[in-house]
């Protein structure tokens, strides 16, 4: 029988009473959301989540749990859209007290999504219930409504919130720090106050363990969030410092050249070193561009290499800090100079981005060109052209 199940035929049993003397009966709706369940997805919850108010158990306990692993399942920018998708399921507002009936892990889901009904006495009495429920579950349903359109709900959820602040609770903050994030972009109302305690709370020292486990979160938004968190405390703690140099994703590692002004000086110049000969080239120019003197006084030679870089967003930095300090006097000379002792593609790429190809090199230059053609990244190689009467060098794919 359940092979014969869809989800349009599981719906329309589960939306219908129970009958005696036809179906669906109770075990009919049972058998249903057995087959639904790993299945279930939030749109289902349209008809499944009226059941958990049944008083028959065993179909309200089904019903409940499959509530929870959906809403258990949602990832950060979920949380964000789930308004809209159940604030129209059919909830009683007489009958919240009894979700208490049910095991807590299953209580609080069913209580926050009552919490995220369009009907403003619903969202209150459902928010005071979930207020004596304890667990890090209830962190994403409070923190929605801490930006919610009518002031004694969001007053209310604010000091929930408020209460929430404990160590037990970092990861969920952290998790759902996508929410948080969001208070800053709210017009209605100003939420930076709030905002503020939260981000206080996660920089409190009696927590600093807790936000440095999660450096190797999967998510990289929850790195960041976490590295940003440790900002102030890099210049004493270097494991920050080389998780962050070490991380797959450039985005973090951008960060770290943000932050490079918090270090001292020894600190500073060794971080230095270990992203000037970054993979990205969007962290080496940030490099460049924010520690120029630096860069100049102490990587005078990896100045001359990232300027024939085969990137040309890291060869033009380094050539436009070479020029200005005086490291390369003549542009043209030193690429001719490399292209001849040392070649590469960058190398010619770079004479002829500066467009200086003399005539009677054009065959030599022609040479270097087809020999060099395998040398750029992303099988990517370089082509001469005239355009106007210049000859300059193309990247082609």
């Not at 009683?92 to 403003?120: C, M, Q, R, W």
């Not at 409070?142 to 002031?151: A, F, K, S």
């Not at 102030?232 to 920050?240: E, V």
């Not at 930095?317 to 100079?337: G, M, V």
């Amino acid at each position: 029988m359940l092979e014969l199940y869809d989800k349009y035929s599981v719906h329309q049993i589960l939306v219908k009473p129970i009958r005696l003397f036809a179906s669906p009966k109770l075990k009919d709706k049972i058998d249903a959301l057995h087959w639904l369940r790993d299945k279930a997805e939030i749109s289902d919850l349209e008809y499944v989540y009226p059941l958990v108010f049944e008083k028959k158990t065993q179909l309200g306990l089904v019903a409940a749990e499959i509530v929870h692993d959906v809403m258990t399942n949602l990832t950060g920018k979920q949380w964000g859209s789930i308004y809209d998708k159940t604030k129209y399921l059919r909830i009683d507002k007489e009958n919240l007290t009894f979700l208490l009936k049910y095991p807590e892990n299953l209580s609080v889901h069913l209580l926050g999504i009552a919490t995220l009904n369009y009907n403003g006495y619903v969202r209150e009495k459902a928010l005071r219930i979930l207020s004596g429920v304890s667990g890090s579950d209830v962190v994403p349903y409070v923190l929605l409504r801490v930006y919610d359109w009518v002031e004694p709900i969001r007053m209310i959820a604010c000091h929930v919130l408020r209460e929430t602040l404990t160590a037990s609770n970092i990861d969920a903050l952290i998790t759902n720090f996508y929410l948080i994030d969001k208070m800053k972009n709210i017009l209605r109302v100003d939420l930076k106050i709030i905002q503020a305690e939260v981000i206080s709370f996660l920089k409190d020292e009696s927590v600093t363990g807790r936000i440095k486990a999660n450096l190797r979160h999967p998510n990289v938004k929850t790195r960041l969030l976490c590295y940003s968190i440790l900002a102030d405390r890099i210049s004493n703690d270097k494991d920050i410092v080389e998780l962050a140099a070490r991380d797959k994703s450039f985005e973090v590692r951008l960060w770290l050249v943000g932050a490079i002004s918090k270090l001292e000086a020894k600190q500073k110049h060794e971080v230095i070193r270990v992203l000037l000969h970054d993979k990205s080239a969007r962290v080496k120019v940030a490099v460049l561009r924010s520690a120029p003197e630096m860069v100049c006084n102490e990587f005078k030679e990896y100045i001359l290499e990232l300027a024939r870089d085969e990137h040309t967003s890291p060869r033009e930095a380094a050539r436009y800090i070479a020029k200005s300090s005086l490291l390369i006097e003549d542009a043209p000379d030193f690429y001719r100079d490399r292209i001849r002792t040392r070649p590469s593609g960058g190398a010619i790429l770079g004479l002829g981005e500066i467009q200086a190809w003399p005539t009677n090199d054009e065959g030599f230059y022609r040479g270097q060109c087809r020999f060099h053609k395998q040398e750029c990244s992303g099988g990517t190689f370089i082509k001469l052209k005239v355009r106007n009467g210049k000859r300059i060098f193309q990247v082609m794919t």
